[in-house]
């Protein structure tokens, strides 16, 4: 069983940055790639940002490519999600989920955090 727990959402202005984590527990964890979604109210689920298993593959939507970097430490069980140049359409609940495979479709994904809200005002 994997469990992930994401942190590092907040306020920030247009421009700003913030960088989450989400710290993985179970024994598969550093086996498994991640994905980083983001939903808005009144819309779907959307793909943000994946990396491989080890790190050596990472996937961006095209919305965020250029401004957000997605990275993990094995050491430290934690996948990273950097994200600079915030727009207020970057707001949503951000999620972190752990899969088989670095893609971007949600149901991929067999574990899944409890999400943690980004607002970008303007």
């Known amino acids: 069983q994997v469990q992930l727990v994401e942190s590092g959402g907040g306020l920030v202005q247009a421009g700003g940055s913030l960088r989450l984590s989400c710290v993985g527990s179970?024994?598969?964890?550093?086996?498994?790639?991640m994905g980083w979604f983001r939903q808005a109210p009144g819309k779907e689920r959307e793909f943000v940002a994946a990396?491989?298993?080890?790190?050596?593959?990472?996937d961006y939507a095209n919305s965020v490519k250029g401004r957000f970097a997605v990275s993990r430490d094995h050491t430290k069980r934690t996948v990273y999600l950097e994200m600079n140049s915030l727009k207020p359409e970057d707001t949503a609940v951000y999620y972190c989920?752990?899969?088989?495979?670095?893609?971007?479709?949600?149901?991929?994904?067999?574990?899944w955090g409890q999400g943690t809200q980004v607002t970008v005002s303007s």
């Open positions: 990396i491989s298993q080890n790190g050596g593959s990472t």
């Open positions: 989920a752990a899969g088989p495979r670095a893609v971007g479709m949600p149901s991929e994904y067999g574990y």
């Open positions: 179970g024994r598969t964890f550093n086996w498994l790639a």
